[in-house]
């Protein structure tokens, strides 16, 4: 027999107003303006918790929670509105608390509901390749361009990455909190206008300067200027999607079950880490055959091409999770006086910075931006570097591909140490692994002086002799760099999911975004040492300095084991006077 319990009326927060005013007015809840009608009654129903369901992964039915109410809905419905929702999904009730005969649906609703994550996750996935496929690209070219353009020198490499890392110094903290103050879709389609405008006007310089190669006048710099700059602000707008996606739609989508968001990042560092094989392979490829213009030209064409459909395939998943349209807003949201507007950015870094450093997995963190100080990776100094003595596109390419195979092998086998030795163990246990492999990097550079490296200088006698040496030496600093992919990206992925689910979920954003300014804070003194030994003699040298930093990050990341193992301290709340800095 059924039962229906009525709903006693409630009466609203003096916060609070009616439906859709309440939706920009209440307190620590966000939606966009023009997704406003998803949040009518006809869309969600919300229990009590606050999260809400499609009615599509629920098969149509309205699940009832007890005792509670849609919190923007209309005080003022009847009861048998109620009723009618109780009826809908066959809500029963049985004395003694036992459970009755139609309950066995729940597993029905849940599968269903299974279903409809795992869709939107696939379009996610899609998103990303789209995205990755672009930025692998990119990264890849970017040094082949500017080696091309001022030949004989790494001198505009080490720039153009000294330039993007502190533009990302600076403002990923602040791409962190625009990300947590903005709602979801928002910041999103800021990202990806922003992102894709600034690499076509990059793409264009670069193809002027590739066609103009006898430009050296002030011409030539005022292009090779807006060529470093607009694309150092494409890799900001790139920072803010990568926080408004991969480090908080992921945890709302996956509702921070522990397996599946370890499947998801693990699923989607493998599409990164398939496009480093793919892509690179496919410009490089392109770049020895078809010229340096063309592979230009086919990265500013994929840009402009895929920029629509991955808004698209987005904007589908966030209409597919009304989770996505609510979330926790700091108080720093509000509006500040004009006064303060000029030390707003500066005040919302040193607050965030805070915040980071009051995170118990700091330590973890900050090992793992340790390891962006270093040349010995697929990057542009080390690509420059291999490219002046001698080695072609195509077998630059291939290695890098490599090295993402041990990568895409790394996403496989960190779920299955994952799983015998816990996060913070696996993290130790790979990171290690990268240390033991880059050893063979430093044997790279043991055997002495080889001049200058270019064997186009060499004496006829001394050539054949020249290019088995170089073969030896960047035999040996290819191979180390591609093996140590595994143990890097088995870190990268503990850390990461360290970040998402041990720091509170209104800062999520802005704690990852500081994590992003100090990779790069590191990452910007691994150019700065590439500008100050950026004669290819001086390569050893950078090469120990790398190793040195990557030794301190295994003993950074060993002291937060150790203080793991002795306790596992709650998440530290906010400071309300940090807060009260941003306000008005």
């Known amino acids: 027999m059924l039962s229906v319990k009525k709903t006693t009326k409630k009466k609203l927060p003096e916060t609070c107003t009616p439906p859709r005013a309440a939706l920009a007015l209440c307190p620590m809840a966000h939606s966009d303006d023009d997704d406003d009608a998803l949040f009518g009654e006809d869309a969600t129903e919300l229990g009590h918790s606050g999260s809400a369901l499609p009615l599509h992964a629920v098969g149509g039915s309205r699940p009832r929670a007890e005792n509670s109410r849609h919190p923007h809905g209309d005080p003022e419905g009847d009861d048998a509105a109620t009723d009618e929702r109780a009826l809908l999904i066959g809500s029963t009730e049985e004395e003694g608390g036992e459970k009755e005969e139609g309950s066995g649906s729940a597993g029905n609703l849940d599968a269903a509901g299974a279903r409809h994550t795992t869709t939107q996750l696939h379009r996610m996935y899609y998103s990303h390749f789209l995205s990755a496929w672009g930025d692998r690209m990119w990264q890849f070219a970017i040094a082949l361009f500017l080696i091309e353009i001022w030949p004989d020198s790494l001198l505009l490499a080490a720039v153009y990455g000294l330039v993007s890392s502190a533009a990302t110094m600076f403002f990923g903290a602040i791409a962190g909190h625009f990300v947590d103050c903005s709602p979801r879709l928002r910041a999103v389609r800021v990202s990806l206008w922003g992102q894709n405008l600034l690499t076509l006007v990059c793409v264009v310089l670069i193809c ?215 996060l913070v163990k696996t993290g130790a246990v790979s990171i290690i692994a990268q240390l033991a492999c880059l050893m063979l990097c430093v044997v790279s550079v043991l055997p002495g002086d080889s001049g200058d490296g270019n064997c186009s200088t060499a004496a006829p006698d001394d050539y054949s002799t020249c290019i088995t040496r170089r073969n030896v030496e960047l035999g040996f600093l290819i191979t180390g ?12 992925l503990s850390v990461t999911q360290l970040l998402q689910v041990r720091v509170p979920d209104a800062k999520r954003a802005s704690i990852n975004g500081v994590e992003s300014a100090l990779q790069n804070v590191l990452g910007l003194l691994g150019y700065v040492f590439g500008i100050a030994l950026s004669n290819p003699r001086q390569w050893p040298y950078l090469v120990f300095i790398s190793i040195g930093f990557v030794t301190a990050a295994v003993v950074l990341y060993l002291t937060y084991v150790a203080y793991d193992r002795k306790t596992q301290a709650p998440l530290p709340a906010v400071q309300d006077q940090d807060e009260e800095m941003l306000q008005a």
């Open 208 to 422: 002027v300067l590739l066609k103009h190669k006898d430009l050296h006048d002030g011409t030539f710099w005022v292009l090779v200027a807006g060529v470093i700059l607009s694309g150092s602000a494409s890799e900001v707008y790139s920072v803010v999607g990568t926080l408004a996606v991969e480090k908080d739609w992921v945890v709302v989508v996956t509702k921070k079950d522990t397996a599946l968001l370890s499947k998801t990042n693990s699923t989607l560092r493998r599409i990164d880490l398939s496009c480093k094989i793919l892509a690179p392979l496919a410009v490089g490829l392109i770049m020895t055959y078809a010229g340096t213009l063309a592979g230009a030209l086919l990265i500013g064409a994929w840009n402009a091409i895929t920029f629509p459909l991955e808004y698209i395939l987005l904007d589908w998943v966030y209409k597919s999770f009304p989770e996505l349209h609510h979330k926790e807003v700091p108080k720093s949201a509000g509006k500040v006086s004009v006064l303060r507007q000029m030390g707003r950015p500066f005040i919302i870094i040193y607050t965030n910075w805070k915040v980071w450093a009051d995170q118990p997995v700091w330590r973890a963190g900050a090992a793992l931006a340790l390891l962006y100080c270093t040349v010995l990776s697929f990057g542009s100094i080390m690509t420059a570097y291999a490219y002046y003595r001698g080695i072609s596109e195509a077998v630059l390419s291939a290695g890098r591909g490599v090295g993402a195979v041990f990568g895409i092998g790394a996403t496989f086998l960190f779920s299955v140490v994952q799983n015998r030795l816990g």
């Open 481 to 492: 760099v591609m093996m140590s992919r595994l143990g890097l990206w088995m870190f990268d």
